[in-house]
């Protein structure tokens, strides 16, 4: 099954990092949090990636490009240039990189992701900046009992986000950040068939506003309540909080 994770925002409100690098990009304890989302799924078995690029996704290409290197003992050979590589401990994924524009918005992201994932029939989608405990095995599982179109991970961080009203596991009512409002709110973290794309429209469309509104309205969107940690890395203090918990050893996605 195949991760996909939105790589491509601006991350204007972290901008003493984001002048360089994409959000994704940010590191958390000396690697990307794109890296730790990674290994969220890889715990779980996950190892397919599809990052949809778009701000700087130049830094992501080389990133990976150059990890097998990064990771291995090497031996050059200057006068030729060819390089040896020993004791690699490389994860063993495979990482699509899509371009999928510099100003397209998320669910126009994903519609851009259509011929490699249609024929998948379920696949994951989450965000590059954020990170949880959430069980992604039963999470799937979730997803394949109640046979709908699409599942988002409901979390309950503070109410400066948006809502979900849930009854009986069905997304009743989803507002993306209103001014006002508690309770329960997408975590991403996200499982889809195909007939999402029936719900995205171009490179405009936002996921978070007609797409999913439009699933609810077809009772098409399930949520699964993680009641775990999650955490976003909207702004410095949010990433100064990852990067505590992570050098203090108790960050509780690893």
């Known amino acids: 099954m195949k991760a996909v994770i939105l790589c491509g925002g601006l991350g204007t409100r972290l901008s003493e990092e984001t ?37 700087k996704g130049e830094v992501i290409k080389d990133y990976f490009l150059n990890y097998h290197a990064r990771m291995s003992d090497l031996t050059v050979q200057l006068k030729t240039g060819s390089v040896q590589y020993s004791n690699p401990t490389a994860e063993d994924w ?3 990189l899509m371009e999928t524009g510099p100003n397209t918005l998320t669910g126009g ?14 696949f994951l989608l989450t965000y590059g900046d954020g990170v949880s405990n959430v069980d992604i095995s ?39 950040k209103p001014q006002t409002g508690e309770g329960w709110i997408n975590g991403g973290f996200f499982v889809f068939e195909s007939k999402i794309f029936n719900y995205l429209a ?29 955490q976003c890395m909207d702004t410095v203090r949010d990433r100064d909080t990852l990067q505590n918990l992570y050098v203090s050893g108790r960050a509780p996605w690893v």
């Open 202 to 230: 171009d490179d405009s469309t936002i996921l978070e506003q007609e797409p999913l509104e439009n699933l609810v309205k077809d009772d098409q969107l399930m949520a699964y309540e993680h009641t775990g940690y999650w």
């Open 19 to 55: 002048t360089v690098k994409p959000k994704p990009m940010v590191e958390i304890g000396g690697r990307p949090i794109l890296w730790h989302v990674m290994k969220i799924y890889e715990r779980y078995g996950i190892n397919d990636f599809v990052l949809a690029l778009g701000y």
């Open 138 to 176: 039963s999470l799937i599982r979730f997803h394949k009992s109640h046979g709908k179109i699409a599942t988002v991970t409901a979390v309950r961080p503070p109410a400066r986000f948006g809502g979900m009203g849930i009854q009986a596991g069905a997304v009743k009512e989803f507002k993306e």
């Open 109 to 122: 992201r994903l519609l851009r992701l259509k011929n490699l994932l249609e024929k998948e029939g379920t």
């Open 94 to 96: 495979k990482v699509t």
